[in-house]
T-cell receptor, first 113, second 116 residues
Framework: DAGITQSPRYKITETGRQVTLMCHQT?????MFWYRQDLGHGLRLIYY???????DKGEVPDGYVVSRSKTENFPLTLESATRSQTSVYFC????????????FGPGTRLTVT | AQKVTQAQTEISVVEKEDVTLDCVYE???????LFWYKQPPSGELVFLIR??????QNEISGRYSWNFQKSTSSFNFTITASQVVDSAVYFC?????????????FGKGTMLLVSP
């Protein structure tokens, strides 16, 4: 399917466990982003990537790790999940060759118990 | 540091009313971009508009219009003749600089409820 997909869509995990959220885009956009959405905060940028093997921190990077070995994939890992990381996570890619629109994935709702 | 304020947490209107969603931003850059996104109850984020800091012309797209005023650091969004399908959370966002990509700072969003 064309577009940007995220998996899983829903995840429940326990405090202290490692969990990886996957993001895949089919447009070959160079830039990709991870945001978290929490009530009262809107969306906040966690990490972003300019290309394979190039990543940079956003506003709230603590407790998260990212990698980008291939242009189309941008996984986000919570190395030791905490309850404060319960959130909805959105991945996005940006068309920097044209509209500069960020296309968002459907989101992953993560609950840490 | 950049900041976006959407002071209206929730707005309720009756169908066919016009409604304006306010957005005030703060930035020290002279080059920046402003965005609006819509998040319907289904949860996805839908891009509505991107405007650069050098273009203060108002934009109209169907029932949607945007008023950008640098003098008041505002980028307000108006829906004319609102419809039930307009019910959603609307986010204003800002990206500073002209790096060729956008690291978005979002406001907290305004929930719009349009009743029949």
């Amino acid at each position: 399917d064309a577009g940007i997909t995220q998996s899983p869509r829903y995840k429940i995990t326990e405090t202290g466990r490692q969990v990886t959220l996957m993001c895949h885009q089919t447009w070959s956009h160079s830039y990709m982003f991870w945001y978290r959405q929490d009530l009262g905060h809107g969306l906040r940028l966690i990490y972003y990537s300019a290309a394979a093997d190039i990543t940079d921190k956003g506003e709230v990077p603590d407790g998260y790790v990212v990698s980008r070995s291939k242009t189309e994939n941008f996984p986000l890992t919570l190395e030791s999940a905490t309850r404060s990381q319960t959130s909805v996570y959105f991945c996005a890619s940006e068309d920097v060759q044209g509209s500069y629109e960020q296309y968002f994935g459907p989101g992953t709702r993560l609950t840490v118990t | 540091a950049q900041k976006v304020t959407q002071a209206q947490t929730e707005i309720s209107v009756v169908e066919k009313e016009d409604v304006t969603l306010d957005c005030v931003y703060e930035t020290r850059d002279t080059t920046y971009y402003l965005f609006w996104y819509k998040q319907p109850p289904s949860g996805e984020l839908v891009f509505l508009i991107r405007r650069n800091s050098f273009d203060e012309q108002n934009e109209i797209s169907g029932r949607y219009s945007w008023n950008f005023q640098k003098s008041t650091s505002s980028f307000n969004f108006t829906i004319t003749a609102s419809q039930v399908v307009d019910s959603a959370v609307y986010f204003c966002a800002l990206s500073e600089g002209d790096s060729g990509y956008s690291t978005l700072t979002f406001g907290k969003g305004t929930m719009l409820l349009v009743s029949p």
